[in-house]
Structure formats: C-alpha cells, structure tokens
C-alpha cells in the first residue's frame, strides 16, 4: 500500500491566502492601489531605516512582509463558526484570543484563526478576525426570530468544502489535488454576493436594529470584509492616502508613534457603497445599496506581557476619556503622545522591565563561553555572546478593533449594550477553547532561549 503524501497545512494557507488577495483585488480595485501604496512605503522605510531592516532579516518577517495580510468576517450563527473554525484547521489556523466587542456597542463577538508556532507564522501569518453575531442582543422579539429564521435557510460552505474538511479530519491530510480543491472551494465562502436572500423591507428592518446585522444576516455569506496589509511606516500611510484618492479616518487607531512600534496601529477607510439586488415578495429583482467592504492598513510592533498589556490598557483608558473624533485629531494624538511617555521607548528598558516579549538569538562572535564566563543572560547580552530581537505581535487590539467597526459604520447614535460579554458562549459556539495568545508569545520566547543554551552548551541563569 502507498501513503499519499499530504501537502502542508502551511503551504496550504500561504496558497489560500494568495487566493484571497487576488480575489479581493479582483472585487476591490482600491485595495489593489492600497497594495501599491504600502510596498512604496515599506521600500522606502526599509532603505532609510537599516537597524529596522537588520531587525527584520533576522526574525525572518522580512521575507513575510509582502505576503502579510489580515482579513475579517462575521457570521450569523454557532454552526457557520463551528464550521468555519473546522475550515481553518485545514490550513494550520487556530482560534487565538476573545474579543468582546459589545461593550463598544457592535454586537459581536469575535477571535483571531492564525498560526501558532513562529515558525508556520514564518511561512504565512494570513490572519482571519472572525465575528459572531450575538443574536440575544436583538430586543425586538419578531425580528430577533426572523433574523434567525433566515440564517437557518442558508449554508455558507460549498459541499465540495465540506467534503474535503471531513476528508482532512479523517487521514490526517489533503493530498495536492484534494488541498488545489480545497483552496478553490473553500474562496466561494468568502466571496462578494450582490444579491441578497431578502426583500428590501427586511434588509431594512435589520438595518435599523443594528447596520452590522444586515450585514450579516441579508446576504449568501460571510463576505470578506477588508483585507489589510502590514506596513513598516502608518504615519507616513496616512499622509500619502489622500494623494492616491483614499480618505482615511482622522485617527490612527493604537498607541502613539514610538521609536519602538508596541502592539498594533491601525488605519483605514470608509466602506464602499454597493450595487446590491433585493428579492421581493415576488420573487423580483430589486435594485439597492449596501456598505460593507472597506479598506485598512495596519503596522506592528512588540507583543507586550501581561505587564506591559496592563500598562498600555491603563495609558490608553486615560487617553480615551476624550474620544477621538474628526474635530480632536490632532490634540488627541498630542495627549496620547504625551500619556504614553510613560511607557519606555527603547528595546532595552522594554526588557529590562519585562513589558515586552523578545526572541533571542546567538551572535556569531567566535571564541566559546568558557567554563567560568557568564552564564546569566544579561552578561551574556553584555559580552555580545546573546543579541535580541522585538517578537512581533500577531494580534489584535479590542478598543481599536471597535473603532474600526464603528468608522465603517457611519455616524449613527451608538448602540448600548448592557448584556456581560460571553466567552463561555462564544467557546461553545465555536466547539473548542480559544489559545491565550500570552501563553503563545511567552512559548516563542522560551524556545529562542532554549536554542540559545543548546548552541552555546550551557544552561543560562
Ligand atoms: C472587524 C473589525 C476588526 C481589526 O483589524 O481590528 C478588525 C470587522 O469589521 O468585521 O478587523
Ligand atoms: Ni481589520
């Protein structure tokens, strides 16, 4: 008997996330210009900047950068995510983190599918921010049913897709003509519909509860949203969207500019206004509108501990007792500049004070540690035995994720809602835990360190 050999889930996922991007830039032609924009600036960036161009060779990111893209999604129910979270698995994408974004008046709930171990990030960080509708937060009883009536009808996965996730499940691979299938056929889930499976009155109805819920609930499936490249420089974006037609929103979304990127800051534009087709009580073509899909771009920079995390979430609450707006841009970047400071701004305090997280790596400086030289790390940083690098986030933020959501969504009053967030639920929506992403940094970091020790032959202290 012959063994198949099975295509690596990692291949899998870099092949389908060029599928995606392709698809988007096909349906999307601004992202297409949005790409073009952000390779100018990373060059650029890169040319000018040969310590952040030595940084990113030597943690790999440098060879992903072109290839870096996160996408998002919502869908109407547990079975869609349930599905979905089995649809990921095939490329090595894992449910990491719960966002809660009801307390910023979107009723969703959401996590991350990505690649956990740094070295399938290496090969392809393609990210998908996944939403579920929290239907309970519906008040209007009928429509609450109506809204679930009509996600019951709809299956958002080809059968081809179904099948190949089953067969995946089963041998423990897809073969390369199955994992070809599986990339063609997994894309029509995520692909645009003009054509929605209600009438215009209903669309409507769910509009006024909630733009997000007609969103999700109008239409085949859960279309990708925006697809958001990784830039090197966001300030430098920002000033150059409008000269390429694209008008962002007044505010970067994140910490402050820093010599040293923490987390994640994010930018982007407004949804697109669609031709859409509404069926009526007739069965007719209706001709409509729909805003769903806009554009993004984001930079990262060093995951933070649960220290740092707790620091950053503290600096920015006292931010944020002045919401940014289009008329404050500018003294609110200034006071977020100005409260940051508290944070440090070098690599070097950021790991002194164990804020951030950081891959270690061996210098190529030839004599051997000898027997009684240093076996502490910080003496061997010292001694250049040991050299380290930022570990880059991989995540997302919950506040900026809300304002995200809430500049898409037009200026409309913000919904309250008071109902407590749910991870329990969303877990059992999903059939699975989510991966705490803390626990993911910090096994990054423990491995650099253990090569370390292994390449240098002795214990570190
Ligand atoms: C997701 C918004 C969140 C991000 O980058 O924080 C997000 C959505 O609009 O569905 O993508
Ligand atoms: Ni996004």
């Given at each position: 008997?012959?063994?198949?050999?099975?295509?690596?889930?990692?291949?899998?996922?870099?092949?389908f996330?060029?599928?995606m991007?392709d698809?988007?830039?096909?349906?999307?032609?601004?992202?297409?210009?949005?790409?073009?924009?952000?390779?100018?600036?990373?060059?650029r960036?890169?040319?000018?900047?040969?310590?952040?161009?030595?940084?990113?060779?030597?943690?790999g990111?440098?060879?992903?950068?072109?290839?870096?893209?996160?996408?998002?999604?919502?869908?109407?129910?547990?079975q869609?995510?349930?599905?979905?979270?089995?649809?990921?698995?095939?490329?090595?994408?894992y449910?990491?983190?719960?966002?809660?974004l009801?307390?910023?008046?979107?009723?969703?709930?959401?996590?991350?599918?990505?690649?956990?171990?740094?070295?399938?990030?290496?090969?392809?960080p393609?990210?998908?921010?996944?939403s579920?509708?929290?239907?309970?937060l519906i008040e209007?009883?009928?429509?609450?049913?109506?809204?679930?009536?009509?996600?019951a009808?709809?299956?958002?996965?080809?059968?081809?897709?179904?099948?190949?996730?089953?067969?995946?499940e089963?041998?423990?691979?897809?073969?390369?003509?199955d994992?070809?299938a599986?990339?063609?056929?997994a894309l029509?889930?995520?692909?645009w519909?003009g054509?929605?499976?209600v009438?215009?009155?209903?669309y409507?109805?769910l509009?006024?509860?909630?733009?997000?819920?007609?969103?999700i609930?109008?239409?085949k499936?859960p279309?990708?949203?925006?697809?958001t490249?990784r830039?090197?420089?966001?300030?430098?974006?920002?000033?150059?969207?409008?000269?390429?037609?694209?008008?962002?929103?007044?505010?970067?979304?994140?910490?402050?500019?820093?010599?040293c990127?923490?987390?994640?800051?994010?930018t982007?534009?407004?949804?697109?206004?669609?031709?859409?087709?509404?069926?009526?009580?007739?069965?007719?073509?209706?001709?409509?509108?729909?805003?769903?899909r806009?554009?993004e771009?984001?930079?990262?920079?060093?995951?933070?501990?649960?220290k740092?995390r707790?620091?950053?979430?503290?600096?920015?609450?006292i931010a944020?007792?002045?919401?940014p707006?289009?008329?404050?841009?500018?003294?609110?970047?200034?006071a977020l500049?100005?409260i940051?400071?508290e944070l440090?701004d070098?690599?070097?305090?950021?790991?002194?004070?164990?804020?951030?997280?950081?891959?270690?790596?061996?210098?190529?400086?030839?004599?051997?540690?000898t027997?009684?030289?240093?076996?502490d790390?910080?003496?061997?940083?010292?001694?250049?035995?040991?050299?380290?690098?930022?570990?880059?986030?991989?995540?997302?933020?919950?506040?900026?994720?809300?304002?995200?959501?809430?500049?898409?969504?037009?200026d409309?009053?913000?919904?309250?809602?008071t109902?407590?967030s749910?991870?329990?639920?969303?877990?059992?929506?999903l059939?699975?835990?989510?991966?705490?992403?803390?626990?993911?940094?910090?096994?990054?970091?423990?491995?650099?360190?253990k090569?370390?020790?292994?390449?240098?032959?002795?214990?570190?202290?």
């Open positions: 008997m012959t063994t198949q050999a099975f295509v690596d889930p990692d291949e899998i996922r870099a092949r996330s060029r599928a991007s698809m988007y830039k096909a349906e999307v032609p601004l992202y297409g210009t949005l790409l073009e924009l952000v390779s100018d600036i990373n060059q960036t890169l040319a000018n900047n040969p310590t952040l161009a030595e940084q990113l060779r030597q943690t990111e440098i060879k992903r950068l072109d290839q870096e893209r996160h996408g998002a999604i919502r869908v109407g129910t547990a869609e995510l349930a599905t979905l979270r089995r649809l990921f698995a095939v490329m090595g994408m449910p990491v983190g719960y966002y809660d009801s307390e910023a008046g979107v009723p969703v709930h959401s996590t991350a599918f990505r690649a956990v171990h740094e070295a399938s990030l290496q090969k392809s393609f990210r998908v921010f996944t579920l509708l929290r239907l309970e209007d009883e009928a429509l609450k049913q109506k809204a679930a009536a009509i996600l009808q709809r299956i958002i996965f080809t059968s081809r897709a179904l099948e190949l996730i089953a067969r995946c089963t041998k423990g691979g897809l073969s390369a003509s994992a070809d599986f990339v063609r056929e029509e889930t995520f692909r519909h054509e929605a499976t009438s215009a009155k209903v409507q109805q509009h006024d509860q909630h733009r997000l819920i007609a969103d609930v109008a239409f499936g279309h990708i949203n925006h697809l490249p830039t090197l420089d966001i300030d430098a974006i920002q000033q150059g969207m409008p000269s390429r037609g694209i008008t962002p929103k007044a505010v970067i979304e994140g910490p402050p500019p820093r010599r990127p923490v987390l994640l800051r994010q982007s534009f407004k949804a697109l206004q669609e031709k859409v087709t509404f069926i009526d009580e007739q069965g007719n073509a209706v001709a409509g509108s729909h805003t769903a806009f554009g771009i984001e930079q990262r920079g060093v995951a933070l501990t649960p740092g707790a620091l950053y979430d503290k600096l920015l609450n944020r007792t002045q919401a707006s289009e008329s404050n841009a500018q003294a609110y970047m200034q500049t100005d940051f400071a440090p070098s690599y070097e305090s950021l790991r002194k004070q164990g804020l951030a997280y950081f891959r270690y790596f061996v210098t190529d400086k030839d004599d051997a540690v027997q009684d030289g240093p076996r790390l910080d003496a061997l940083i010292q001694s250049d035995y040991i050299h380290y690098e930022p570990l880059v986030y991989e995540d997302f933020l919950p506040v900026s994720a809300a304002g995200i959501f809430q500049s898409n969504l037009g409309q009053a913000q919904t309250l809602y109902k407590a749910s991870k329990d639920r969303f877990e059992q929506a059939g699975a835990s989510v991966l705490d992403e803390l626990a993911l940094y910090a096994d990054t970091q423990a491995r650099s360190l090569r370390c020790e292994e390449q240098l032959g002795i214990p570190l202290s």
